[in-house]
């Protein structure tokens, strides 16, 4: 349950990497940002002929670190002798209150420019692909003089949502602004794709990030997207791109005019491979069980409480209910509420926690267990018909909860667990 707790901390982090330049170079990036705009302010007061311009979108596939494993978007301008890469993918990690604000979903990221030099700083390892659009001059001036304004420090500045409103969505919003309503979009190639699903995908090989993000993201992650929503991904953004049409001269031609790999890579990135199979959610969480199973049974046999175990049991569940509290009546982040596993994974697991230690509380305790051997026998019954996807580690774990619940409620019923009025 321990690293359960350090696993859904990780993933608050992992919300924020669909996909934003890493934290510990922010300082790096801002320098190499206000340099490109200072090229930006000097192109400014050029005459420029967009015809010969070049604009693209730029996808770095999954790096090995899990806030990499989404991907990244970026757009490159090419202007004479300019050539900049548009990044909204910017947060400073130390500014005050940053961890609280983020958790709360208030987070603000921002647009950089800088030279495109500075592209495969931190992506060496990662395949990079380029596709640069079939834009008219006109649709350029649009993309450019939108990114211009954009980037001055009053509109640079945007409240971040990972699923709408990320370094994926802002490149296909500007394309859609540019191109208009000419633009029609492939059919995709997954029509049952889910939020869920789609960051399953690339967490295959990292299960614990997915058990996180299953017990704290709820609901809301489940349903049916439309094509334009699925392109909160960078990767499936660029597959839409690629199946794109726009009209341009009264014809119907590909938005992609051409598409180059910046960095050769196969197409999971630099994502590490699976992870060993005992140390997954399901081999840990199993393993807990069958532990806790054991010592149940010889305090059956004995007949005696283990109390110890209670407080580490449902202390660990109450601390790990605390987040998923925060996150599904607090936070405003997409997707954390509503989120059914608040029902079995909440602040009152301390109540047991504590009280097996006071005597005085056992009607209390008594009450709680049979309250939560209930809603576990029924969440498990029930969870087929609800509209959320559960993760299959999630079996043990219940089934731990379960087991202390029922071990007390047994221990009253067998008289070696006092039962005093509070």
């Not at 003089?145 to 640079?156: E, T, V």
């Not at 569940?317 to 997409?334: E, I, M, N, P």
């Not at 221990?411 to 005093?420: H, I, L, M, P, Y």
Request: aromatic share 12%; charged share 20%; proline share 4%.
């Amino acid at each position: 349950m321990n690293k359960t707790i350090v696993v859904i901390a990780a993933v608050l982090t992992a919300l924020a990497s669909v996909m934003p330049t890493k934290a510990q170079e922010t300082a790096d990036i801002m320098q190499v940002a206000r340099e490109g705009a200072q090229q930006v302010d000097r192109r400014q007061s050029v005459e420029t002929d967009l015809e010969q311009a070049r604009i693209s979108v730029v996808t770095c596939y999954p790096g090995s670190r899990n806030y990499e494993l989404y991907g990244h978007t970026m757009i490159r301008v090419q202007i004479a002798d300019q050539d900049l890469l548009f990044n909204y993918g910017i947060f400073n990690f130390k500014a005050s209150g940053f961890l609280y604000r983020f958790v709360k979903g208030e987070c603000d990221y921002m647009l950089a420019a800088y030279p495109y030099e500075h592209l495969t700083k931190g992506y060496e390892s990662r395949k990079i692909v380029e596709q640069e659009l079939n834009l008219t001059a006109e649709q350029k001036r649009r993309v450019v003089g939108y990114l211009w304004w954009n980037l001055q420090p009053q509109n640079a500045t945007y409240r971040y949502d990972w699923a709408y409103n990320n370094c994926a969505t802002k490149p296909r919003d500007i394309i859609e602004m540019a191109v208009g309503s000419s633009l029609s979009y492939g059919e995709p190639s997954d029509r049952a794709a889910t939020f869920r699903s789609i960051m399953a995908y690339f967490d295959r090989n990292y299960p614990w990030q997915q058990f996180g993000i299953d017990l704290v993201l709820g609901m809301n992650l489940d349903h049916l997207l439309d094509y334009r929503e699925q392109m909160f991904s960078p990767i499936k953004l660029k597959e839409a791109l690629a199946g794109a049409t726009i009209i341009k001269d009264g014809k119907r031609v590909p938005l992609v005019a051409s598409t180059t790999n910046l960095i050769e890579g196969g197409e999971d990135g630099a994502a590490l491979g699976p992870t060993p199979l005992l140390l997954t959610p399901m081999a840990v969480f199993t393993l807990l069980f069958v532990a806790v199973a054991v010592i149940t049974f010889v305090e059956q046999r004995r007949r005696r409480l283990c109390r110890w175990l209670d407080s580490l049991v449902f202390g660990a569940f109450a601390l790990a209910g605390v987040l998923v509290a925060f996150l599904t009546f607090v936070s405003t982040h997409y997707g954390t509420s509503p989120n059914v596993n608040i029902f079995w994974v909440h602040p009152l697991a301390f109540v047991p926690a504590v009280a097996v230690w006071a005597k005085s509380k056992s009607r209390v305790l008594l009450a709680y267990h049979y309250a939560n051997a209930a809603i576990v026998v029924l969440l498990a019954a029930l969870w087929w018909a609800l509209p959320q996807v559960g993760n299959a580690a999630f079996i043990p774990l219940a089934a731990v909860s379960l087991l202390r619940s029922l071990n007390y409620i047994l221990g009253v019923r067998r008289g070696f667990v006092a039962n005093k009025k509070n």
